[in-house]
């Protein structure tokens, strides 16, 4: 069973850093691209971030450039998000994705997600 | 970025109906968009891939259409199960958007 468990969320003050992890499980992790995918209060979905399979390869949507860093560790099937400078807008509900092996960029597999609340 | 229109915002239908939401793309993206189903309090689910296909054990009950760049999910019989939010998202090209969702409620 495909599983992905996203960890690492919470309050933390406007300006900080937070790093999400999301562990993989029930699939070869090395051979697919993923994605983070966030939800803020009550409101839709807003795509985040991608890596490709082998991590060579990143994306990120422009309100978080420069201040996300997405990562993965194959070894380890972990995906990561670095939140650097985070800022109210930032608070959401963080998914963990997988795209699937045919069809980049479409999601077959979703984590529960992580809270993280930025506040002073 | 390619903008995805969907509607509408909220429905509100019957038990068996028939529910039609739509999602108008900004330019030409093919096949290239797939929709989600949100449970409430539950994580997004692919429910259609390649605007037509049907992900692994999604009901038949549900179907996704195309015409030009107007996309299309149907729901032929409407059950408890389906209520909660629908998003249209384009798979075409990076930032990969969603729209802005339908929430289904029952009548």
């Known amino acids: 069973e495909v599983q992905l468990v996203e960890s690492g969320g919470g309050l933390v003050q406007p300006g900080r850093s937070m790093k999400l992890s999301c562990a993989a499980s029930g699939f070869t992790f090395s051979n697919y691209g993923m994605a983070w995918v966030r939800q803020a209060p009550t409101k839709g979905l807003e795509w985040v971030a991608t890596i490709s399979y082998d991590g060579s390869s990143t994306y990120y949507r422009d309100s978080v450039k420069g201040r996300f860093t997405i990562s993965r560790d194959n070894a380890k099937s972990t995906l990561y998000l670095q939140m650097n400078s985070l800022r109210s807008e930032d608070t959401a509900t963080y998914y963990c994705?997988?795209?699937?092996?045919?069809?980049?960029?479409?999601?077959?597999?979703w984590g529960q997600g992580a809270s993280v609340t930025v506040s002073s | 970025d390619i903008q995805m229109t969907q509607s509408p915002a909220s429905l509100s239908a019957s038990l068996e109906e028939i529910v039609t939401i739509t999602c108008q793309a900004s330019q030409d993206i093919g096949n290239w968009l797939a929709w989600y189903q949100q449970k409430p309090g539950k994580s997004p689910q692919l429910l259609i891939y390649?605007?037509?296909s049907l992900a692994d054990g999604v009901p038949s009950r549900f179907s996704g259409s195309r015409s030009g760049t107007q996309y299309s999910l149907k729901i032929s019989r409407l059950q408890v199960e389906d209520i909660g939010s629908y998003y249209c998202?384009?798979?075409?090209?990076?930032?990969?958007?969603f729209g802005a969702g339908t929430k289904l409620e029952l009548k």
């Open positions: 998202q384009q798979a075409h090209s990076n930032p990969n958007t």
């Open positions: 994705t997988r795209f699937t092996s045919l069809y980049l960029g479409v999601m077959d597999a």
């Open positions: 390649d605007a037509t």
